[in-house]
């Protein structure tokens, strides 16, 4: 008994723990793109305020915008990186309630589990399924698009700086960007499935599964397959 509360207590303090965990990976993460959307924004103003007052303008960008285009792939790999920790938090955490709700009879209605198809960044099931497209959702996501539009934009500067039509340039500076965009991203979901798992990444009940579920059965396997 005596052994029982105590890991029951350690329990209480590993989940509070946790929490405290997902929300400094929280507050890290905002903090991150909120400092390379500062940068770039203020990169981009002073740019534009330069533009018609000197010559120099030319140089400036060539030395800011590869800072600020390093700043959001540094930005992206952190946030990629707090983005898998805040996961596996929250799996650590359905651990827990998943104990403590077969405790008694009537804790299962206080600490549901999980479902088998709900997104694995959400506590509570809100509808939101598993699936691939979902890792674009992340803050992470959001910085690296827009470092990719810097990246393809910088590029697409410089070749036209260096003598080529804007048609052309233009058609480098996107081909740049969709490189750099695609590079992103599969890293991203390299690292998730590597971290969590790729069946956790995705959904993998069929529709007649879900319906079972909806009914309150369970589906065959032969209903699944079909």
Known sequence: NDRRSAFEAA???????????????IAE??????????????TVLALGFLAGNTDAVRWIAYASLPIVAVLGLLSFLRLV?????DVRALQAINKIRAYYGGLVPEAAEYFPPPGRTQAINTMVDTGTHRGRG??????ASSVGVVNTLVCGASVAFAAADWG????????????VAVVVGWLIFRYQHNRFVAAVGADDLTDRQSIGDRRAV?????????????
């Open 214 to 226: 909806a009914d309150g059965r369970t589906a065959t396997p032969s209903n699944a397959q079909g």
């Open 134 to 139: 979902r890792a674009s959702l992340t803050i």
């Open 164 to 175: 080529l039509p804007p048609p052309a340039a233009a058609a480098v500076g996107g081909t």
């Open 81 to 85: 990186e707090v983005s898998i920790e």
């Open 11 to 25: 329990l209480g303090y590993e989940y509070f723990g946790l929490q405290g965990l997902r929300s400094s990976s």
């Open 29 to 42: 993460a905002g903090t991150r793109a909120g400092l390379y959307f500062t940068t770039l924004t203020g």
